[in-house]
């Protein structure tokens, strides 16, 4: 599939935190490869990025809930950068913006200025 080769997942480890960005679309044929980033998380702080994400399905909706279980799970802490209102509008419809912890910018979940973007 064309769309699964155009897509990537950047994995930048900080301290006491993992962050997660995506580019592309997330879907049935992505979804896996975010799932594996995210699950190499191990404590702290997951950030997942969705800046550069232009689409999200299901599958997408259904891997940010398993990680938002797994944090509430664990202890840990699970922050979601927004992405493009698209992808907004998606949790707003679903009704999952007041059970996620949503920022504008992986520095504000990681408490510094100096995360690349």
């Known amino acids: 599939m064309q769309?699964?080769?155009?897509?990537?997942?950047h994995v930048t480890r900080r301290p006491g935190a993992l962050v997660v960005a995506p580019q592309g679309e997330i879907d049935v044929?992505?979804?896996?490869?975010v799932g594996a980033a995210c699950a190499a998380h191990e404590r702290g702080t997951l950030v997942?990025?969705?800046r550069e994400v232009g689409f999200l399905d299901s599958s997408g909706l259904r891997l940010v809930l398993e990680c938002q279980r797994r944090a509430d799970e664990c202890g840990?802490?699970?922050v979601v950068v927004r992405g493009?209102?698209?992808v907004?509008?998606?949790f707003e419809l679903?009704?999952?913006?007041?059970?996620?912890t949503l920022v504008d910018e992986p520095a504000e979940a990681l408490g510094?200025?100096?995360v690349a973007p």
């Open 84 to 86: 493009p209102a698209s």
């Open 3 to 9: 769309r699964s080769a155009e897509f990537t997942v």
């Open 94 to 100: 679903v009704g999952l913006g007041h059970r996620l």
């Open 112 to 114: 510094d200025a100096d």
């Open 88 to 90: 907004q509008r998606l």
């Open 48 to 50: 997942l990025d969705l």
């Open 76 to 78: 840990h802490r699970f």
């Open 29 to 33: 044929a992505t979804v896996e490869r």
